[in-house]
């Protein structure tokens, strides 16, 4: 018989969560709601006693064909003749658990790691709880904390192990704000969970079948982000750039996007400025309280940590949930992740918050991002030298949107941008672009306008971002009125402005300075 996965509940008894209710009533308002598959997980009560609430929960759950399942104790599901256990590494071992319930049993196993869950599949487990994705107070000495990174890093080992058609759902910390992203990026290219294994956002929630009710809805539904792409073949080419480009440009202008910037003290005039020079209309709120409202008005939001503290970072997290859920292209600017221990954990709280469509930043950034970046100690926010060749810093860029499965731009003299399958290296800019203050952080709000506008096409909108910015750096620079990075502002502003003129009325000469490269591995 073939099992759902897909609404995965596990039941908890301690007072933190289950309060004064009934248990059993509980689930049978969850499996009304939709949950798949139950699993009794009760560490305190006496043999008798699980025996006869594992017989009450299966009265419930086999009335709506539901699987139950029993943590850890075999002797219990057999007593009770329900479906099957679930085992954690420290329990019996698989083979026994096996050899005790018979073949047509369903029996899960925990992995936390590659290793574990290999292990388990090629054993003959039905399915693996994979985890812990996110730090939960439900369940004590949980292990490490593997994010969606580590999902996909188990789930692509599995599919190609001895047993790649064994069934996942990840559990640890998911809810109705998480359950579509982590399905989404934990995906691994030939490998997906089934399901998603969840405690507290059902038996603790105040109403248990609405809660079960949209989770089902949740994971049958992709994010509001996961737009399908549609990217051109041979965007390095300057004709298919010339084709390409302006159109993203003349969408920018039509929709005159709200672009929702939460970002440092330094920039945000400077910021504005950008915003309203290549067609869009900025909006600088650090209030996460706001962003539900501004979310809904359509535009982007750029997550910038320049001047990140404790307090900042919550507001982030409102709006970063508040524009994934309803699909608002958000860019994350990483500002000096690597300089400070409070950073660092900023980066990884923000990961761990939300879906980013884009992650900008230069080198030391993105590898603190992608956990590559070791001991190097960042000094401040400024780019620093290159420690790595071009190949090297595309490989770490197309990994981590690969991990992230998003679009990673990483800046510098060439800089490279990759949605994972193409990466492309843009050799476009100027010196004066890194003697002036705030360069970076104006190309990732430009760049979260430009989402907007091509939200099918997220790469080529990124690029039409980096090449309007780069190009119009190139221009100002030329110009005879321009003697160094004090004159070079004003001047670059107006060739921002001059250049989306110029494109909309028809003319993309500009384009012909675009240095666009493919990288290939
Ligand atoms: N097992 P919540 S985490 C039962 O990592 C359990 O193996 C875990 O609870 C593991 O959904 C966990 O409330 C608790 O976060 C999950």
Redesign the pocket.
Known sequence: MAVDYSVYL?T?NTPA?LRSRDLVAIVKAAVEGGVTIVQL?DKTSDTGDLIRIAKQLHEVTKARNVPLLINDRVDVALAAGVEGVHI?QDDIDLASARRLLGPDAIIGV?A?SIQEAVTAAEGGADYL?L??V?S?S??EN??SIVGTAGLREMLSALSTCAAPSVSTVC?????ASNTQRVLYQSAAPSKQLDGV?????II?ADDPFKAAQELKRLVETPPAFAVEQKTPVGLEKPDVIRMEIPPVLKALADLTPLCHNMTNMVVQNFAANVALCIGASPIMSNNGSEAPDLARLAGALVVNMGTVTDEGLKNYLSALRAYNSVGGPVVFDPVGAGATTQRRTAVRTLLAGGYFDLIKGNENEIRTVAGTAGDIQQRGVDSGASAMGLRERAALVRDLARRERNLVLMTGATDVLSDGELTLAIGNGHEYLGAITGSGCTLGTTVAAFLVAGKEQKIVAALAGVLLFEIAAERAAKREDVRGPGTFVPAFLDELYAIRKETLEGNPTWLEAAKVATVTF
């Open positions: 596990v908890d969560i997980r954690g925990t936390n709880g985890g812990t996110f939960t439900t369940k949980t292990k559990i640890g910390g998911i809810n294994a969840v405690v507290s956002a603790g």
